[in-house]
């Protein structure tokens, strides 16, 4: 029997987000302005978060009680999703353990992997870092070139990855890599599940206007992984890494921050707007409630058991597009506020705005161009043959 | 959390499209009755097909007449009920006889909306002019008011309860500028320029990408604000509203897209999209952006303290 129409959280879920609040106001700091803040403590206080969360069975509750998970409903992840990514993600790079690196492994992962990775992701003590995009295959992710060479139990790996978040933090990669020699494009791509202190790794931060942490380069010089490293079968990894994707691109809940920089701006300076102020803010909120919805509904198709299509495209797009158009009204709104980043006095919310507004930017580059998703959307969603 | 249309109202949209679809050619009068015949006027009324579900079933129809490219005051016609068109001595139509109020307007001011407009015409009689179907035929036209309107039971959509016509308006939207982009994207498949198809150019793609999840997003809104509105939320208004609000920015954008593909056949009475795109231009005129935004802010909650991180979190509970 098909579920009845339903636009709300049920009372459990919500009941869960206060409880969630809660926790958050007594474990992080009052200034929390996220792991990529300058300064070491912001670190510990992720790693502590996380650990805390695990004990409570939060971390990963949507997924199954064998992997550490508590079966929960993917809306009650939902809930955590949003709280947390509201509040500057405390979990730092551990977002992607939960969101499609635990996933993508419980979906292809051998025995032995699914015991040996998903205990750990669950208890929020792993780090990772997604190793796809490279200096000459960005957007274009199929000429990639790392190569993993296929040698007496296990892969001989050359070659560097770059962008990647987290990745001087990072304990693991998923790394995407050519374990088929001479093979182009999509054909002879394999996953590794690589241990970055394996020998002939090396991990690069590049400095950027984000802050510490956000990009890094991972240079593989010749560097010997073992043949359990591979994640689902050798030469399809374009498929799992593809499918690890659609777990994740809806997956960072961009769109609850979103809704919190607009009540902030609409605290700080709501009563003072003229009637154009009124009316952009209004956009915005439509705008933004839209974003929700569409991310809702990516969640819908999960719940199905099903792997989202350009749906899961279009909701990222949303939520890009709206953190964007959020940077403009701020500038708009707030003047110089909107620029004055935590380590200013005068920076409202401990630079929270100013926050949103350096990053969205980013959001149409980074996990997928703008172009690349849309590109999904004319594939899948009106069936046209793409071109670029 | 689940948007889907429940099986019966899923059944009747399919039924409605297919019924609007088959009877195109019949003349706007048939098309009419069988709408009738469908149930769609009786929507709101105490019979309603659908019960329990019956302003998601409105706006769930009202899209698929816009996908079916059917234009006429079908929202008005739904808030109106069967009765009022059966007191008005019978169906409204596309081409439905207006009223003479003393003054004969001449044929060719069918074909100018615009100057409809400046004459004061109601806004659900402004939608009727530009059919093709009526193209040429001695229709009169008073100014303002169809026969059934003029008999005292059916109001123009700008007088109808604000939530119901900002939800219905932007429904109809949804409908309306999905057949325009399924007819851009099959004009693009086939044109082609450069030795390729329009299609093909990484450009118009990021056009069309962009038409079809505006889109998909306006139509969850408008079936979240029908949703709330069967169950009588206080929401239900603020949602309609932001609903309307975002349905304009979309029926504007993929109207812009859609010209910019097609290029002049796209201005051309024949390739049929001027009569779509035109069609929310009036809904936009009519209802104009101010009265939702004035309604949304004074429904907001501004508390201190931490901001809600969903928008729907900062409204008045």
């Known amino acids: ?388 | 959390m689940n948007f889907d249309l429940t099986p019966e109202i899923a059944s009747m949209c399919e039924v409605v499209q297919r019924a609007a679809a088959d009877s195109r050619d019949l003349g706007a009068d048939e098309q009419w009755r069988r709408l009738s015949e469908l149930g769609v006027f009786d929507l709101r009324g105490d019979n309603s097909p659908l019960p329990g579900a019956v302003e998601v079933g409105v706006v769930s129809v009202l899209d698929h007449l816009g996908q079916a490219t059917m234009r006429g005051p079908f929202a008005e016609s739904i808030w109106a009920g069967s009765d009022v068109l059966a007191s008005a001595g019978g169906l409204v139509t596309m081409a439905s006889t207006v009223v003479v109020g003393g003054e004969t307007f001449v044929p060719y001011l069918q074909r100018q909306p615009r100057l409809l407009h400046a004459a004061g015409a109601d806004p659900a009689c402004w939608t009727v002019q530009h059919d093709p179907a009526t193209r040429g035929a001695d229709v009169p036209v008073e100014r303002g008011q169809h026969a059934w309107a003029a008999a005292g039971g059916a109001r123009p959509l700008a007088e109808l309860e604000p939530a119901y016509a900002w939800r219905a308006a932007a429904a109809t939207s949804a409908g309306l500028m999905s057949a325009v982009l399924d007819r851009t994207v099959e004009h693009a498949r086939v044109r082609t320029q450069f030795g390729r198809t329009l299609a093909s150019f990484q450009a118009v793609q990021n056009r069309l990408a962009e038409c079809l999840w505006r889109v998909e997003g306006l139509r969850l809104i408008v079936r979240e604000a029908a949703w709330r509105a069967d169950r009588g939320q206080q929401l239900a208004e603020p949602v309609s509203a932001l609903a309307w609000i975002y349905a304009r920015r979309v029926s504007h954008l993929v109207a812009r897209h859609s010209h910019q593909v097609l290029g002049a056949i796209g201005f051309t009475d024949e390739f049929g999209v001027t009569q779509l795109t035109g069609a929310a231009a009036v809904q936009r005129s009519v209802l104009p952006e101010k009265p939702a935004i004035k309604a949304v802010r004074a429904a907001r909650a501004v508390r201190a303290g931490d901001p809600a991180s969903s928008v729907l979190g900062g409204f008045v509970a």
């Not at chain 1, 551990?94 to 205990?119: C, E, R, S």
Request: charged share 20%; net charge negative; glycine share 10%.
């Open chain 1, 1 to 388: 029997m098909a579920a009845e129409m339903d636009f709300d959280f049920a009372t459990d879920d919500e009941h869960f987000r206060r409880q969630l609040r809660e926790f958050m106001a007594q474990t992080l700091p009052a200034d929390w302005q996220g792991i990529c803040e300058p300064g070491t403590d912001a670190l510990e206080v992720s790693n502590d978060f996380c650990a805390q969360l695990a004990q409570r069975g939060w971390l990963t509750q949507a997924w199954p009680a064998a992997y550490g998970g508590r079966d929960a409903t993917i809306w009650r992840q939902a809930v955590l999703q949003e709280e947390l990514w509201a509040h500057q993600e405390p979990r730092g790079s551990q977002y992607m353990n939960v969101n499609w690196i635990g996933p993508a492994i419980a979906h292809f992962g051998t025995d032995v992997q699914k015991q040996h990775f998903l205990p750990r992701l669950a208890a929020g003590d792993m780090r990772w870092g997604q190793g796809f995009s490279e200096p000459d295959a960005g957007s274009d992710l199929a000429a990639l070139r790392c190569a993993a060479t296929p040698t007496d139990g296990g892969y001989t790996v050359t070659g560097q990855k770059i962008w990647t978040s987290y990745g001087d933090l990072a304990d693991y990669c998923f790394l995407l890599c050519r374990t088929e020699a001479g093979s182009r494009r999509k054909q002879g791509l394999s996953v590794l599940l690589v241990d970055l202190s394996l020998p002939g790794i090396s991990v690069r931060p590049i400095e950027t206007i984000f802050g510490p942490h956000r990009q890094n380069e991972i240079v593989f010089s010749e560097a010997f992984v073992p043949s359990a490293a591979l994640l689902g079968p050798e030469g399809d990894g374009w498929r799992v890494a593809m499918t690890a994707l659609a777990f994740e691109r809806s997956g960072s809940a961009r769109y609850a921050r979103s809704a919190r920089v607009l009540g902030l701006l609409e605290q700080l300076h709501g009563s003072d707007w003229g009637e154009q102020d009124d009316a952009q803010f209004v956009r915005l909120l439509a705008f933004g409630r839209v974003a929700e919805l569409m991310n809702y509904n990516v969640m819908a198709i999960k719940e199905r058991d099903e792997v989202p299509g350009w749906q899961a495209s279009a909701a990222r797009i949303h939520n890009a597009l709206l953190e964007q158009e959020i940077a403009d009204f701020t500038e708009s709104v707030a003047g110089i506020e909107a620029v004055l980043g935590g380590h200013d006095e005068a920076a409202p919310c401990n630079g929270e705005i100013e926050s949103l507004w350096l990053n969205a930017p980013t959001g149409t580059v980074t996990s997928g161009a703008y172009e690349i998703q849309n590109s999904i959307v004319v594939r899948d969603g009106l069936g046209l043959e793409v071109s670029r």
